[in-house]
């Protein structure tokens, strides 16, 4: 998939996060996390379409140990297909794709969970799907299909332009323009080199 999979590892436990783990077989991941000698503690997903889950169940199937965390929404979509877009990215009928578990299921808008000695903040953000994420992790922002360079996708029966808008809005009001962004496609950035869309805000203001 033609997504950003993050992994954030702590050198002092050897530890680490993954965040939207996208490729089928995760072998790029699993060799990764080998040759470091890392521990895969959670998986964190930014939000429900395929191209950014895909990779859970052959993790888990490696790390059985690995905790799987995301919002309700993100999880009950998931199920859907024509929320998780799977057909749109695999077009093979016989052939579908269920993340196996889910260990922590977010409900509330803004939640915490402690890794070793970080606090990972999840800030929900729907609009873009309605199960979306921003997750902060040691000062950076990752921000799935949310904030990304590209023109946002929004589609219409799946997420919601009005709530797009004031997720981008709580971000702005949370973060300043040198916050570094993780897109969940493309290059990071920062905040202030957003390309504000649709002119929800006025960049004087960021
Ligand atoms: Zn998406």
Same mark, same amino acid.
């Given at each position: 998939?033609?997504?950003?999979?993050?992994?954030?590892?702590?050198?002092?436990?050897?530890?680490?996060?993954?965040?939207?783990?996208?490729?089928?077989?995760?072998?790029?991941?699993?060799?990764?996390?080998?040759?470091? !000698?890392? =521990?895969?503690?959670?998986?964190?997903?930014? @939000?429900?379409?395929?191209?950014?889950?895909?990779? $859970? *169940?052959?993790? #888990?199937?490696?790390?059985?140990?690995?905790?799987?965390?995301?919002?309700?929404?993100?999880?009950?979509?998931?199920?859907?297909?024509?929320?998780?877009?799977?057909?749109?990215?695999?077009?093979?009928?016989?052939?579908?794709?269920?993340?196996?578990?889910?260990?922590?299921?977010?409900?509330?808008?803004?939640?915490?969970?402690?890794?070793?000695? !970080?606090? =990972?903040?999840?800030?929900?953000?729907?609009? @873009?799907?309605?199960?979306?994420?921003?997750?902060? $992790? *040691?000062?950076? #922002?990752?921000?799935?299909?949310?904030?990304?360079?590209?023109?946002?996708?929004?589609?219409?029966?799946?997420?919601?332009?009005?709530?797009?808008?004031?997720?981008?809005?709580?971000?702005?009001?949370?973060?300043?323009?040198?916050?570094?962004?993780?897109?969940?496609?493309?290059?990071?950035?920062?905040?202030?080199?957003?390309?504000?869309?649709?002119?929800?805000?006025?960049?004087?203001?960021?």
């Amino acid at each position: 998939m033609a997504s950003n999979c993050y992994i954030l590892w702590d050198d002092e436990f050897q530890r680490c996060l993954i965040i939207d783990p996208a490729s089928e077989k995760s072998s790029q991941q699993i060799s990764f996390i080998r040759e470091n !000698n890392l =521990i895969p503690d959670y998986i964190l997903l930014t @939000h429900e379409h395929t191209d950014h889950t895909w990779g $859970v *169940n052959s993790l #888990l199937k490696a790390y059985p140990d690995i905790k799987v965390v995301c919002h309700k929404i993100a999880k009950d979509n998931m199920n859907v297909e024509s929320m998780a877009y799977f057909r749109f990215y695999y077009d093979n009928p016989i052939y579908s794709y269920k993340v196996e578990k889910f260990d922590i299921v977010i409900e509330e808008d803004d939640y915490e969970l402690d890794w070793n000695d !970080n606090t =990972i903040r999840f800030i929900y953000v729907p609009g @873009h799907s309605m199960g979306s994420e921003c997750i902060l $992790v *040691n000062g950076w #922002l990752f921000t799935g299909d949310t904030i990304l360079q590209a023109k946002p996708y929004i589609n219409r029966r799946n997420g919601s332009k009005i709530e797009f808008k004031e997720s981008l809005k709580k971000v702005f009001e949370l973060f300043d323009g040198e916050q570094m962004i993780f897109p969940g496609h493309g290059n990071q950035f920062k905040l202030k080199e957003y390309n504000v869309p649709y002119g929800i805000l006025d960049k004087e203001n960021i």
